[in-house]
Nanobody
Framework: QVQLVESGGGLVQAGGSLRLSCAPSGRTLSNYAMGWFRQAPGKEREFVAAISWIGGIIYYADSVKGRFTISRDNAMNTRYLQMNSLKPEDTAVYFC?????????????????WGQGTQVTVSS
């Protein structure tokens, strides 16, 4: 059984930065695309960013483009989401996800493994 473990969330002031990390426990996920999603209270889970296994294909939601950077270190078996210029509307629980996809997608239904989520709170 594979479980993804996120870390790096917390409380930050608007304009600040956080870096989220995600690593699988149980085994290495080779040839899996990775995605980051978030869910704010009372809202549906929404796509944030995704990256292919090799890292050559990257997608961002329009709301985070230019502020967030997704990356992966396959040797370290870890994925990252660098979040800069954070805004109060970025407040949510952030989830990482993995799917055996040739190309990453923006749909949470395409990802088979999920982390438990990490809270990000941005104060104004």
């Amino acid at each position: 059984q594979v479980q993804l473990v996120e870390s790096g969330g917390g409380l930050v002031q608007a304009g600040g930065s956080l870096r989220l990390s995600c690593a699988p426990s149980g085994r290495t996920l080779s040839n899996y695309a990775m995605g980051w999603f978030r869910q704010a209270p009372g809202k549906e889970r929404e796509f944030v960013a995704a990256i292919s296994w090799i890292g050559g294909i990257i997608y961002y939601a329009d709301s985070v483009k230019g502020r967030f950077t997704i990356s992966r270190d396959n040797a370290m078996n870890t994925r990252y989401l660098q979040m800069n210029s954070l805004k109060p509307e970025d407040t949510a629980v952030y989830f990482c996800a993995a799917g055996r996809l040739r190309r990453p997608t923006m749909s949470p239904d395409d990802y088979e493994y999920w982390g438990q989520g990490t809270q990000v709170t941005v104060s104004s």
